[in-house]
């Protein structure tokens, strides 16, 4: 088994605002997908993130640290949140990617996690 970071990529401006029938069933959805990895023993770690405005992006550039607000990513999508998942390989990992509903309206990068 190897540890597998899974980074959930979506508009973070395209989420059903919460208390909807909508959030509701994106959250059940997230729940159900959790059961299904603690169930499996797989689920090591995870949580949503804060958006994109609690962020800040930290360089050291020639011994100089610069620090500014907000990601670094200039794409459409920015990362939500993250899972950590036990997976034999990565054949599985790409399956248990697929079952994340951030898949269905952004993208799950998937990365073995390297171990020292």
């Known amino acids: 088994m190897s540890k597998y970071l899974f980074l959930l990529w979506q508009d973070e401006?395209?989420?059903p605002a919460p208390g909807t029938p909508e959030a509701d069933k994106e959250f059940a959805a997230y729940g159900a997908m959790f059961e299904q990895a603690s169930g499996a023993g797989i689920f090591q770690g995870g949580d949503p993130l804060q958006p994109t405005a609690a962020t800040q992006?930290?360089?050291v550039r020639?011994?100089?640290t610069e620090s500014t607000k907000g990601g670094f990513s200039s794409s459409t999508e920015q990362p939500?949140?993250?899972y950590v998942l036990d997976c034999k390989d990565?054949?599985?990992a790409a399956t248990?990617?697929?079952k994340i509903p951030a898949a269905a309206k952004g993208a799950?990068?998937?990365?073995p996690i390297l171990v020292m």
Not at 108 to 111: F, G, Q, S
């Open 96 to 98: 248990w990617a697929a």
């Open 108 to 111: 799950i990068e998937v990365r």
């Open 13 to 15: 401006n395209n989420h």
């Open 90 to 92: 990565d054949a599985e």
């Open 57 to 59: 992006t930290v360089r």
């Open 62 to 64: 020639n011994g100089s």
């Open 80 to 82: 939500i949140g993250y």
